[in-house]
């Protein structure tokens, strides 16, 4: 039966297939806004991967700052949506971006346990996606990411700027720059890698 059941999935999807791939409706490919976040998506799409680097905070944050972030970035469920994850302190944060309808959507799934929705904003640099607080989904309290900005600086190097809204109308700023990881050499067997810091 469960055999029955995945035969009939496969083939929905099969069935299906051919109208998720139609282009636009005539006219639509036009529409200047989804152009634009198509063309942004394509850009972060091409940071898949694995990058490494340091985090400056503003105010000075010792619990963040000097330590070594690794940022993993994957595209995923047929080439719709790029997920970012970050795992500071061990506990991993996905964020998710997207493009809805004609607007690039980033979703941040925080360990505070709220996912603030964020969506660009304009920029005079195109190797610049500048994400701006929407709206949220869970409690504003302890903190929350109010804005996120990419910038590209070469195929394998790019920054990383995130905000935080504080209690109090403060903020923390971070700021990670981040370069490509290079491949890693295989763990001979039994030996565990051991994680950076």
């Known amino acids: 039966m469960r055999l029955r059941a995945t035969v009939l999935c496969v083939g929905l999807l099969a069935q299906c297939r051919p109208a998720l791939a139609q282009g636009p409706s005539p006219g639509q490919d036009t529409i200047p806004a989804e152009r634009e976040a ?3 998506f394509g850009v972060l799409k091409g940071l898949a991967g694995t990058w ?3 985090v400056a905070t503003d105010p000075h944050n010792p619990d963040i700052e000097g330590h070594t972030i690794q940022v993993t970035m994957r595209v995923a ?3 719709s949506v790029l997920e970012h994850e970050i ?3 061990g506990v991993p944060e996905p ?3 997207y493009v ?6 980033l979703v941040h799934c ?5 996912r603030p929705r964020s969506v660009p904003r304009s920029s005079a640099d195109p190797k610049t996606v500048d994400f701006e607080f929407a709206d949220i989904s869970g409690s504003t309290k302890p903190a929350y990411l109010q804005h996120f900005a990419f ?3 070469s195929a394998d190097h790019h920054t990383e700027d995130w905000t935080f809204q504080l209690p109090d109308e403060k903020q923390l700023h971070a700021h990670f720059d981040l370069k490509r990881a290079t491949e890693s050499a295989p763990t001979p067997a039994g030996k565990a890698r051991a994680h950076p810091h």
């Open 77 to 79: 469920s047929r080439g």
């Open 110 to 114: 925080c360990e505070a346990g709220n």
């Open 95 to 97: 964020t998710m971006i």
């Open 52 to 54: 490494t680097g340091s």
């Open 38 to 40: 198509r063309t942004s």
């Open 100 to 105: 809805e309808g004609d607007r690039l959507t």
């Open 87 to 89: 795992a500071p302190a």
């Open 151 to 153: 910038t590209i600086v």
